[in-house]
């Protein structure tokens, strides 16, 4: 969960998590690589866990790319939410050796 942490790192108390996107997991496929899917309940469960609080969680339509002269076109369905990081007295996020 390295980038929820790096994300609980660069923000300052009360800060703003703004997350607008698919969970699109590039490594899934590649051999050698390890990767761990999370479901976005499970991702919003640990990201409470890091010292965030979920202010907006919902589910959007988007178009990704497609061609108005055929029939193509791929949208994916992401997962816009905002997070607010919590003062550390609020917080139970991990350490970071855990």
């Not at 050698?32 to 866990?49: H, N, R, T, Y």
């Not at 061609?67 to 007295?89: D, E, I, Q, R």
């Amino acid at each position: 969960f390295q980038y929820v942490e790096t994300i609980h790192h660069c923000l300052r108390d009360g800060g703003v998590w703004i997350n607008y996107g698919p969970l699109l997991y590039h490594f899934a496929e590649m051999h050698g690589e390890v990767s761990v899917e999370l479901c976005l309940d499970d991702l919003i469960s640990i990201i409470k866990q890091y010292g965030f609080e979920l202010r907006h969680n919902e589910l959007k339509e988007c178009n990704y790319t497609g061609n108005a002269k055929s029939m193509l076109k791929v949208t994916y369905t992401n997962a816009f939410f905002t997070a607010v990081k919590l003062p550390k007295a609020a917080s139970n996020a991990p350490s970071a050796s855990t």
